[in-house]
């Protein structure tokens, strides 16, 4: 069973930091790309960043120069630092990886649980 948990949410004032983790666990092959997406209300799920397992990233053009998304393949943990945060920011973010469990052929995505992350003052 393969599991994605997140930490690191909260409530920060505008231009402040927070910094989200997430790990993966359980009976694992590979890890894939692995990234963040948010989800504010009454929107739709939005890529914030990803990370291959080579260490290429990408970012959403609304977060580019505040956030950093790094990835840690021994310890199979993912973070996102985020600096400069602005209310449009808050959103319950959400931990993402392309999973090969062991045993099987092929790769799946998993999702993590969500931590809310509200910017206001």
């Known amino acids: 069973q393969v599991q994605l948990v997140e930490s690191g949410g909260g409530l920060v004032q505008p231009g402040g930091s927070l910094r989200l983790s997430c790990a993966v666990s359980g009976s694992i092959f590979s890890i894939n790309d692995m990234g963040w997406y948010r989800q504010a209300p009454g929107k739709q799920r939005e890529l914030v960043a990803t990370?291959?397992?080579?260490?290429?990233?990408n970012y959403a053009d609304s977060v580019k120069g505040r956030f950093t998304i790094s990835r840690d393949n021994a310890k199979r943990t993912v973070s996102l630092q985020m600096t400069s945060l602005k209310p449009e920011d808050t959103a319950i973010y959400y931990c993402n990886a392309d999973v090969r469990p062991l045993g099987l052929p092929g790769g799946s995505e998993y999702w993590g649980q969500g931590t809310q992350v509200t910017v206001s003052s």
């Open positions: 990370a291959t397992s080579g260490g290429y990233t």
